[in-house]
């Protein structure tokens, strides 16, 4: 009889710690699938800056340059326009570059930065998504004002340097002749 009774103590022993190990790795499990799930979401957002954010938060957030050509790999003669927005003193500033760049440190040390002018901007509807940027100053020493209609969201690889890019389709108005363009940002 003594010996029955420490056979069902060694074995609710047994069980007892079987059960406690298998609940310490389902909530390692858990933890983990959280964990990473966080970190998948952290790196989308540092990577597409435009997937988690307004179109309005997006473009004034980002300390990058803002790319505005015909389309994501247009080839233009007179080089692309690249905006850097300014949110603390609500000013762009426009240079003209030969390409696109991941980063504006990388357009700095290229030294291919022409700068055109730096302009006010300002927001002319409330919408967060599709919002209307107006901006006016002197580019070239010329005065001119714009807009920029946001539209929708856009992305795709710039070929030139193997760069994933992501943005928003656009129509600028420039001195009343609206084009169709797209404004995008490298992917980080």
């Not at 080839?75 to 426009?94: E, H, L, M, P, R």
């Not at 930065?113 to 580019?139: A, C, R």
Request: hydrophobic share 30%.
């Amino acid at each position: 009889m003594i010996t029955n009774m420490k056979k069902n103590r060694s074995l609710a022993v047994i069980l007892t710690v079987i059960a406690t190990f298998s609940l310490f790795l389902a909530g390692c499990g858990n933890s983990s699938k959280k964990s990473s799930s966080n970190n998948d979401s952290n790196k989308a957002s540092m990577q597409n800056p435009v997937k988690h954010q307004s179109a309005k938060e997006a473009l004034v957030s980002n300390d990058n340059l803002w790319y505005m050509n015909g389309s994501i790999n247009y080839k233009s003669k007179s080089g692309i326009d690249a905006y850097k927005f300014d949110k603390k003193n609500n000013t762009v500033t426009i240079y003209s570059v030969n390409k696109m760049y991941k980063t504006y440190s990388q357009a700095k040390k290229a030294n291919d930065l022409d700068k055109q002018g730096t302009l006010k901007y300002s927001f002319k509807n409330d919408s967060k998504d599709q919002p209307v940027i107006y901006m006016k100053g002197k580019l070239s020493d010329i005065p001119m004002d714009q807009t920029v209609s946001v539209k929708d969201k856009v992305s795709g690889t710039y070929k030139a340097a193997n760069l994933k890019v992501s943005g928003y389709q656009v129509v600028r108005n420039l001195d009343d002749d609206p084009a169709k363009q797209v404004l995008v940002t490298p992917a980080e």
